[in-house]
């Protein structure tokens, strides 16, 4: 018998393999030229020469009994080092190694960050749409999410609501900016209003409230977009950085927490987290990859591709009348489904082959996501079937 | 404030680091050389050759968007066959890929484990002494730690107090061989009787209890001594293997998990497995350590250090009158404190610069763990230390 909290999850596998063994079904029937797989997150440029390279030197250069041993469960303290350094140089924050915890990418960052402030109970705020998978991280350590919705169609959270959410047992709010799903980015009047509720909140309450950043996305911008740094508008900020998408690594498993000097209890929830990166398993972060990431801090896979993937999709997408989000950030566009459940529309898309997913799996349903993190050439060929579906709804 | 499940793991830390310090102190005071640091369990011999060849080879011929990207949660599919045709020949066994999940290590091996089955208030029994993190890792699951003692001063697990301390509420035995800290092997006869003593215990109360047989020392044994297999015994067995000690890849995180086709609850045990890999935000094991291991499967590092370091230590410490556990496997050595305290003995080793891990760490007061995965040369420094500290003793 396994556990019963894992019963949901196995039975909800069933429902996205299922789904998964569609696509092959198609795939092998109309071949997998005329199928036009939208729904993985998966990075589609390769990383940066620079990673090879990196990774080439150091098997070469360091002692494997340093590159490939144990470390302070937080990382490799030179490389922490230089993670502070260039933090600080792109954005004028004043780091130190001590602000930087090395993880096992973004999804284990913020568990670690859970696991060090959350008990049972203890409420958690994130904006729909958001990566439905806090849901469960939340959940592994019995925190409860409240759910803000989105003003619309900017898609920036509505902090009016926000503020209402905010009760006494509220320990952290996540944000995800530029955003997966709706590749929308968080403006700085939105952050600095953010900011303002929760210093007012965490008066009124006497409690703590920290502000969880997770930032998969920061370096996937278009058009010269600003990303505001987060931990300059608020101190109780804790930054959750992956590799994964700037540096197309996702299978590597890389990233890092910030956990500023001037968060309250600082002491406790470096140490905390220092802790639960180990007893959640993770130990520390693949050694070899903290150091390529290291030597490659100020590279970025090739964004133009996204971009002109971006350009293609929305314009072709507005054209045909579908409403859709312009996407600033990330590899995602926000479609609004021209009827009212957003599964029907997913399920008459894969008639013309196209798979996308509904935007009810970022809690916000009446949306699609398409992820655009694929071949240009795939995205040209689906058009006809966007055409078909668009003509199926009369846009 | 921090969570206040880890509020006890921050104190401990703190007297972790002061240990730790210490020896930095003393190391600057006396020197590197006159300080003898037996406190770790980090591999001290390199990596086999092949693994630095492996690594440039796959980052030379792997398509870098395979080699770097998101796949199954449970791990390549290839790296999968390779692991379970390697096990296949070793132990006559008859695994595919679908019994294997690469996990983050075997520390993260046994998260994963314990998330799939642990529901609050389960109970979990370890034989004594073991591996202190394994407390941890129940607790991460609301899970209960039931201890057994050892027999002595054989150091097998006590099969009468297990079969007594065994309740519809026990979900899950750890064992640990061969065994940190003790360097012990269970013996075939030790592995039948707990086989046994579960079949009956789970008929009689018709439940079911996985046997979690936790192998990162598997590949470390001296004088030929053979391991058995554990899924051969008991068929609700689930391994946790490690590369951390076999190739010495510590800092990588990198090892699998076995659940065997005949293991209740096979189907939904697999699927919660690879669930919760990705929900405790481990996602996958690091991606090219998983094509590393998988080029790598008939290699170890080289044993025979280990093995010189062992005679060495346990004749001199034997001829010292210190009363020790002969070490059949890992690289501890288990040594009886001839005072009852042996936090006071660990403190008086310091006196003579060596640096121990007490037994009540391992929950067996009145032992210290010697890890001899140390320079050769450091051992032999180390013995007039090691002469004074018996002389302290009267021994």
């Given at each position: 018998?396994?556990?019963?909290?894992?019963?949901?999850?196995?039975?909800?596998?069933?429902?996205?393999?299922?789904?998964?063994?569609?696509?092959?079904?198609?795939?092998?029937?109309?071949?997998?030229?005329?199928?036009?797989?939208?729904?993985?997150?998966?990075?589609?440029?390769?990383?940066?020469?620079?990673?090879?390279?990196?990774?080439?030197?150091?098997?070469?250069?360091?002692?494997?009994?340093?590159?490939?041993?144990?470390?302070?469960?937080?990382?490799?303290?030179?490389?922490?080092?230089?993670v502070a350094a260039s933090l600080n140089k792109k954005f004028?924050?004043?780091?130190?190694?001590?602000?930087?915890?090395?993880?096992?990418?973004?999804?284990?960052?913020?568990?670690?960050?859970?696991?060090?402030?959350?008990?049972?109970?203890?409420?958690?705020?994130?904006?729909?749409?958001?990566?439905?998978?806090?849901?469960?991280?939340?959940?592994?350590?019995?925190?409860?999410?409240?759910?803000?919705?989105?003003?619309?169609?900017?898609?920036?959270?509505?902090?009016?609501?926000?503020?209402?959410?905010?009760?006494?047992?509220?320990?952290?709010?996540?944000?995800?900016?530029?955003?997966?799903?709706?590749?929308?980015?968080?403006?700085?009047?939105?952050?600095?209003?953010?900011?303002?509720?929760?210093?007012?909140?965490?008066?009124?309450?006497?409690?703590?409230?920290?502000?969880?950043?997770?930032?998969?996305?920061?370096?996937?911008?278009?058009?010269?977009?600003?990303?505001?740094?987060?931990?300059?508008?608020?101190?109780?900020?804790?930054?959750?950085?992956?590799?994964?998408?700037?540096?197309?690594?996702?299978?590597?498993?890389?990233?890092?927490?910030?956990?500023?000097?001037?968060?309250?209890?600082?002491?406790?929830?470096?140490?905390?987290?220092?802790?639960?990166?180990?007893?959640?398993?993770?130990?520390?972060?693949?050694?070899?990859?903290?150091?390529?990431?290291?030597?490659?801090?100020?590279?970025?896979?090739?964004?133009?591709?996204?971009?002109?993937?971006?350009?293609?999709?929305?314009?072709?997408?507005?054209?045909?009348?579908?409403?859709?989000?312009?996407?600033?950030?990330?590899?995602?566009?926000?479609?609004?489904?021209?009827?009212?459940?957003?599964?029907?529309?997913?399920?008459?898309?894969?008639?013309?082959?196209?798979?996308?997913?509904?935007?009810?799996?970022?809690?916000?349903?009446?949306?699609?996501?398409?992820?655009?993190?694929?071949?240009?050439?795939?995205?040209?060929?689906?058009?006809?079937?966007?055409?078909?579906?668009?003509?199926?709804?009369?846009?």
């Amino acid at each position: 018998m396994i556990a019963r909290k894992m019963i949901k999850y196995v039975e909800g596998s069933s429902v996205i393999r299922a789904m998964f063994e569609e696509g092959k079904r198609l795939a092998a029937k109309y071949g997998d030229l005329n199928v036009y797989d939208f729904s993985l997150g998966n990075p589609s440029t390769p990383p940066p020469a620079s990673v090879r390279q990196a990774m080439s030197d150091i098997i070469n250069e360091v002692n494997p009994l340093k590159l490939h041993g144990y470390m302070n469960n937080s990382g490799h303290e030179d490389v922490r080092m230089a993670v502070a350094a260039s933090l600080n140089k792109k954005f004028g924050t004043s780091f130190s190694y001590k602000n930087i915890i090395m993880t096992v990418g973004a999804a284990g960052g913020l568990n670690v960050v859970l696991k060090s402030i959350i008990d049972p109970g203890d409420e958690v705020i994130a904006f729909a749409p958001y990566f439905g998978e806090y849901n469960n991280y939340v959940a592994n350590f019995d925190g409860s999410m409240v759910i803000v919705p989105p003003c619309i169609p900017s898609f920036q959270p509505d902090t009016r609501v926000f503020e209402e959410k905010i009760t006494k047992l509220t320990k952290a709010v996540i944000i995800n900016t530029p955003n997966n799903p709706t590749g929308v980015v968080y403006s700085e009047d939105t952050i600095k209003q953010i900011a303002q509720i929760l210093n007012k909140k965490q008066e009124e309450y006497g409690t703590q409230i920290y502000l969880v950043s997770d930032e998969p996305y920061r370096e996937l911008v278009y058009d010269g977009k600003e990303v505001p740094y987060i931990t300059k508008y608020y101190k109780n900020t804790i930054v959750s950085y992956s590799y994964s998408k700037s540096l197309s690594l996702p299978g590597e498993r890389i990233g890092y927490l910030v956990i500023p000097d001037e968060a309250d209890d600082y002491e406790s929830l470096t140490c905390a987290a220092n802790v639960a990166n180990r007893i959640l398993g993770f130990v520390n972060a693949p050694s070899i990859m903290q150091l390529t990431v290291a030597r490659c801090l100020e590279e970025t896979t090739d964004i133009t591709i996204y971009d002109t993937n971006r350009k293609l999709l929305y314009n072709k997408l507005k054209s045909l009348g579908f409403g859709c989000t312009e996407p600033e950030g990330a590899f995602y566009l926000w479609v609004k489904t021209p009827c009212e459940n957003d599964m029907e529309f997913v399920n008459k898309a894969k008639e013309f082959h196209l798979l996308l997913v509904p935007g009810s799996s970022f809690m916000c349903n009446g949306y699609v996501r398409i992820a655009y993190c694929v071949d240009t050439d795939m995205i040209k060929r689906s058009f006809a079937a966007f055409e078909k579906l668009a003509a199926y709804y009369n846009l």
